[in-house]
């Protein structure tokens, strides 16, 4: 048995067709073996693209599955999802609709019914056609697939009109869509808008005249010579010449490639160019290298076919138009093979539909942006909608689940993207900021013109009543403590965090120990220097204000040296209390270190109180119950103020706030306590004498010797 045909020579060097694959299997089995070409017009079995089993075997008509992947294009480009599909029972309609449904799965297409429609021609058969045709009512799908040979379609579609089945959309291959098989059926406009796909369709130029030459040469003596196969073609008159459907002139135009593939690689074989045809002998196999890497342009198409025998042409996507008694087809877009692309021209469509719009087939409508899904069904396409909360985020490659956002990222309800957080913190330069430096400079201001006052007039019993040097004191730790106020501007650092409230504490505790010492002083000359003389001779020999002030001052220190030791206030990312904000701010940290250090000025203060209140009937001249009690009500309410607004807002501004409180202590012990000495040195000089404070005393004197 002879197993190598390279050398064999077949009568026929190449075979254009069969027409259907289920025949072009056993052509492309048998004429493989001797590797004879064979070029099919209209067989789309995928199956035919396998080389090892079907090395010889080539086609001018896409195969299957470029046609599934059409159709698939088709349904997303008008959003349809909620589909059914129906298939010829041959091996065109099943794996046709097998691949479809795989395909549109993956594509989150949803097909809640599929059938394979069986041979109407008996009645079992009849009867299963119905079934199919009434359960695809019962599914609520807007759109069919029809996979299916033109001789099946006929017979569904009779089924479907008996069944009063309107303003549906079907979907159709190229085997039936332009086929009259189908546009000829009587109430088919009934069914709804029919569209689909299609080979191009290209024009064949010649062909009209070519029939008409032909069929008006019927003598007898050419009848006698003419060697046609199809005997009534003799009968064909010009006028009697049937008018090709649009379906019949795409498979003339696909012969006519075919042909012309192989005319262009015997000519290329032959040497045909240089204008005198080669004479040698040539083998199959070599006529199929040559039809395999052929390229030409045809009529404006450029034909040439890929390593598996499938042509580089797309498809034409046709929509049925109604034209006067008949039906045609209108072409409504195209599919760009090369480019992997569908084109649609949506304009001027005609829906079947009562206000001419894209019919709609959905399970559930399209959640809002934002909005995830929620299974309802085993079809991933029910389903209901709930928004994404706030700081999440619906990304939309799993549309059921919202994806929480970074830590730097927030987002508002219904969102599918985070943004970054804003920082924010005191800017030196914002209206605020500028605002309260402008009110440190005036507290710098006051408080050097009133230790120059005071320098001037050291020696007045005015400067020496309010205390005299230790004046100096009080006045240093307040400025020092208004300098601890630059540290609550700009970008919060270690140093700044961790100095701003012990400094600040310690300064305070330094001037609420001088008012103290002085209150207690004034209330000792004139009240406990009588009833315990011994105490008052030990307090003034033993420098007991200073030894107060120095001991007072430590102690606030060790607490403040405890806090920074044990926890310090550090930079601290704030991002809770606001979405769209970080704040950057110092960390306030609640440790027994600082509390104590604000209950111990606290304790200071009480006693400031005390001591005012003890000495409010002393001489006026020496009475600072008033301006002290002033000072420090100013500091309650200030602070009280702050840890209100605490509580309630705990943004960027609450740095603010916290500057104004120090500002307003500074300012109310420097307005309460030395702007009326000042004043009094300034403008009232006659008080400021020695006689005037001993008159003053006197009158005390003799009112108390009266009470």
């Not at 048995?1 to 254009?16: C, D, E, G, L």
């Not at 006067?324 to 195209?334: H, Y």
């Not at 709609?360 to 389903?383: D, I, M, Y």
């Not at 730097?408 to 030196?428: A, D, G, M, Q, V």
Request: net charge neutral; hydrophobic share 40%.
């Amino acid at each position: 048995m002879q197993n190598n045909f390279t050398s064999y020579r077949p009568k026929a060097i190449a075979v254009i067709g069969p027409e259907s694959s289920d025949l072009a299997f056993t052509t492309a089995s048998i004429l493989g073996l001797f590797l004879v070409p064979q070029i099919s017009y209209e067989a789309t079995n995928e199956a035919l693209s396998l080389k090892r089993l079907y090395p010889s075997f080539l086609r001018t008509i896409p195969n299957d599955r470029l046609q599934v992947e059409v159709l698939v294009l088709l349904l997303q480009s008008f959003n349809w999802t909620w589909i059914a599909i129906v298939g010829s029972d041959d091996d065109y309609g099943r794996q046709g609709l097998q691949g479809l449904y795989d395909l549109a799965t993956e594509n989150a297409i949803c097909v809640p019914y599929q059938a394979i429609i069986p041979d109407g021609t008996n009645e079992k058969g009849a009867e299963e056609v119905k079934k199919i045709v009434h359960s695809l009512t019962q599914t609520g799908v807007r759109v069919v697939v029809v996979f299916s040979t033109k001789r099946v379609a006929k017979v569904f579609f009779e089924a479907v009109i008996q069944h009063n089945v309107t303003q549906m959309v079907w979907l159709g291959t190229e085997d039936w869509l332009l086929s009259p098989w189908i546009s000829n059926i009587p109430n088919i406009e009934k069914i709804g808008t029919v569209m689909g796909i299609s080979m191009k369709q290209v024009e064949l130029p010649g062909l009209r005249e070519f029939e008409s030459i032909y069929s008006g040469k019927n003598s007898s003596s050419q009848v006698e010579n003419c060697c046609q196969i199809c005997h009534k073609c003799r009968s064909f008159s010009p006028q009697s010449l049937p008018t090709p459907s649009d379906f019949d002139r795409q498979v003339s135009f696909n012969v006519y490639t075919a042909v012309y593939a192989v005319a262009y690689a015997l000519h290329e074989l032959l040497g045909c160019k240089s204008g005198a045809c080669s004479r040698d002998t040539f083998y199959p196999w070599q006529l199929l290298e040559r039809i395999r890497n052929i390229s030409f342009t045809l009529h404006n198409q450029t034909i040439y076919f890929d390593k598996e025998g499938n042509p580089g042409t797309g498809y034409d996507i046709a929509m049925w138009e109604r034209i006067r008694e008949s039906w045609s087809s209108v072409v409504i877009g195209s599919f760009r093979q090369n480019q992997r692309r569908l084109d649609i021209i949506r304009d001027d469509l005609k829906w079947h539909t009562e206000d001419n719009k894209v019919p709609v087939s959905v399970c559930s409508k399209e959640c809002e942006a934002g909005e995830k899904r929620l299974k309802t069904s085993v079809h991933q396409c029910c389903f209901a909608c709930k928004p994404c909360p706030k700081m999440t985020f619906l990304n939309k490659t799993n549309v059921y689940e919202c994806q929480p956002c970074m830590t730097h990222e927030w987002s508002p309800p219904k969102s599918e993207t985070c943004f970054n957080k804003t920082i924010e913190y005191l800017y030196w330069t914002e209206p605020v900021a500028l605002a309260l430096l402008s009110a440190i400079i005036v507290l710098f201001l006051l408080a050097m013109a009133i230790v120059l006052i005071f320098v001037l007039n050291l020696n007045t019993p005015v400067v020496k009543s309010a205390g005299g040097k230790m004046c100096f004191t009080v006045l240093g730790s307040l400025v020092c403590a208004c300098c601890t106020l630059f540290f609550y501007f700009g970008v919060p650092t270690k140093m700044r965090c961790m100095l701003r409230q012990p400094v600040f504490a310690i300064s305070y505790t330094v001037c609420l120990s001088c008012l103290l010492v002085r209150s207690f002083q004034v209330v000792s000359i004139f009240k406990l220097a009588a009833k315990f003389p011994m105490f008052n001779d030990f307090w003034v020999k033993k420098n007991g204000p200073i030894i107060f002030i120095f001991t007072s001052s430590a102690i606030q220190i060790i607490i403040s040296v405890i806090w920074i030791s044990s926890q310090p206030s550090v930079p601290t990312e704030v991002s809770d209390n606001f979405d769209s904000q970080i704040i950057l701010a110092c960390s306030e940290s609640l440790s027994a270190a600082a509390v104590l250090e604000i209950v111990y000025m606290g304790l200071l203060s009480t006693c400031c109180f005390v001591f005012c209140y003890v000495g409010k009937d002393l001489p006026e001249n020496y009475n600072e119950a008033k301006c002290i009690t002033f000072s420090l009500l100013i500091y309650f309410f200030s602070w009280i103020a702050f840890f209100t607004t605490y509580i309630v807002y705990k943004g960027k501004y609450i740095t603010a706030v916290n500057i104004l409180a120090i500002l307003a202590s500074i300012f109310g012990i420097l307005i309460g306590y030395f702007v009326p000495k000042c004043y009094v040195i300034l403008l009232r000089r006659d008080l400021n004498t020695t006689e005037h404070f001993q008159t003053s005393i006197q009158n005390y004197t003799k009112k108390k010797s009266c009470n």
